[in-house]
């Protein structure tokens, strides 16, 4: 069963294009739902889990300051302050990546055990975290920065220096391209998109069959 790491920079379409492998029943680990999943409940009440220490571990990082009067995760003060703060950036990611990777390996090895030709692993930070050599194939999501910009500004109701920032400590898109098996551009119509996301899927189960 091949495993195609899924990735791209923010705003690129990483969702979209996962949405439309899964109609193709083609399953998909996403590790910012891994991510996000480590973070919830509430510092009282912690979600179960192998990782619930995650949660209490931020609030040791970060203060209580950083969580709502129902004991959750603030998400969105977090994300600002991880990106004022290079060092706490790097103290979070320390916290979570790990988690996410052994919780990404464990769902590998489960799907495993079914009939899938192959399987997406949607990872933001894969080059980041270089993580790439773990699986079979990488499958780059490519858009031009103004278009990241505009994305993320519209369905995030952000600021342009706060995702400008976010942009800036990803890798850059010539290091992005350098890195892929297959690319898909993201630069047109959903159409257009559908179309790449088809002849990709084809192409990905030739490379099963090899």
């Known amino acids: 069963m091949l495993t195609v790491a899924l990735t791209g920079g923010i705003g690129s379409g990483k969702t979209t294009v996962t949405e439309l492998f899964s109609q193709w029943n083609i399953p998909v680990i996403d590790a910012d739902t891994i991510s996000r999943g480590l973070l919830s409940g509430t510092i009282e009440n912690p979600a179960p889990s192998p990782a619930n220490k995650a949660l209490l571990e931020v609030k040791q990082l970060f203060g ?51 009939s ?17 050599h773990q699986f079979d194939k990488v499958l780059i999501i490519d858009c031009n920065t103004e278009q990241q910009l505009s994305r993320t500004l519209k369905r995030d109701n952000g600021e342009v220096e706060v995702i400008q920032s976010i942009i800036d400590t990803q890798v ?11 690319i898909i551009s993201n630069t047109g119509s ?17 490379e099963t069959k090899i």
Do not use: M
């Not at 009067?69 to 979070?92: E, H, P």
């Not at 899938?116 to 790439?132: M, N, V």
């Open 190 to 206: 959903l159409e257009d998109l559908k179309d790449q996301v088809t002849r990709t899927h084809q192409l990905l189960l030739k």
């Open 64 to 114: 209580v300051d950083f969580f709502n009067s129902d004991g959750t995760l603030n998400r969105a003060r977090l994300r600002q302050a991880i990106f004022s703060s290079a060092s706490k950036k790097q103290q979070l990611e320390a916290i979570l990546h790990p988690l996410v990777y052994q919780e990404i390996f464990q769902q590998l090895e489960q799907l495993k055990t079914q």
């Open 116 to 132: 899938h030709p192959y399987i997406i692993i949607a990872i933001p930070l894969l080059l980041e975290t270089r993580q790439q």
């Open 172 to 182: 850059n898109r010539e290091t992005r391209l350098k890195a892929s098996d297959y």
